[in-house]
C-alpha cells in the first residue's frame, strides 16, 4: 500500500437549475461561486463556505427526488426562528419541527426539496467568528 492523502473535499446538492440553486445556497451559506471550467460547468456548480475548506458543489440532475435523504446540512445559529425565516425569504420551505431528544430544531427543504436543518449552537467558539446577518 502507498502513502496517500486523502480529505473531504465537497458536499454534493442536486438540483435542476444550477442558476437558482447558486444564488439560493450563495445566500443560505454566505458562500461564493468558485470557477468550474467548461463542459463541467453545464452540469456542476462550486460554492467556497467562508469559513471552511469544504467545498458545495451544486450537481444539476433531471432525476426526481424519490426519498429523505441519507445525508444533509445542519447549519446551526443563535437565533433559530430568525435564521428560519431568513432562509424562507430565499425560497425553502419549512417541512419538520423537531423537539425530541433535547434538542429543538427545524427541518427545512431547499427549493428542489431537499432536507436540510437548522439547529441551536453546537460550536459556539465556531460560530462567533462569523459575521451576524444584517436584519
Given at each position: 500500500?502507498?502513502?496517500?492523502?486523502?480529505?473531504?473535499?465537497?458536499?454534493?446538492?442536486?438540483?435542476?437549475?444550477?442558476?437558482?440553486?447558486?444564488?439560493?445556497?450563495?445566500?443560505?451559506?454566505?458562500?461564493?461561486?468558485?470557477?468550474?471550467?467548461?463542459?463541467?460547468?453545464?452540469?456542476?456548480?462550486?460554492?467556497?463556505?467562508?469559513?471552511?475548506?469544504?467545498?458545495?458543489?451544486?450537481?444539476?440532475?433531471d432525476d426526481p427526488k424519490a426519498?429523505?435523504?441519507?445525508?444533509?446540512?445542519?447549519?446551526?445559529?443563535?437565533?433559530?426562528?430568525?435564521?428560519?425565516?431568513?432562509?424562507?425569504?430565499?425560497?425553502?420551505?419549512?417541512?419538520?419541527?423537531?423537539?425530541?431528544?433535547?434538542?429543538?430544531?427545524?427541518?427545512?427543504?431547499?427549493?428542489?426539496?431537499?432536507?436540510?436543518?437548522?439547529?441551536?449552537?453546537?460550536?459556539?467558539?465556531?460560530?462567533?467568528?462569523?459575521?451576524?446577518?444584517?436584519?
Amino acid at each position: 500500500m502507498t502513502n496517500h492523502r486523502s480529505r473531504l473535499c465537497h458536499f454534493v446538492i442536486d438540483c435542476d437549475d444550477l442558476d437558482q440553486a447558486v444564488a439560493f445556497w450563495k445566500s443560505a451559506l454566505d458562500a461564493a461561486e468558485e470557477p468550474i471550467g467548461e463542459p463541467s460547468r453545464q452540469v456542476y456548480r462550486r460554492l467556497r463556505l467562508p469559513d471552511s475548506d469544504i467545498r458545495i458543489l451544486l450537481q444539476r440532475t433531471d432525476d426526481p427526488k424519490a426519498a429523505k435523504e441519507r445525508m444533509h446540512l445542519d447549519i446551526e445559529t443563535d437565533d433559530v426562528e430568525a435564521e428560519v425565516k431568513r432562509l424562507e425569504a430565499l425560497g425553502a420551505a419549512r417541512w419538520d419541527h423537531q423537539t425530541e431528544r433535547g434538542f429543538d430544531f427545524w427541518v427545512l427543504r431547499d427549493p428542489w426539496g431537499n432536507e436540510f436543518c437548522v439547529l441551536q449552537t453546537t460550536f459556539p467558539e465556531l460560530l462567533a467568528r462569523r459575521s451576524p446577518w444584517r436584519a
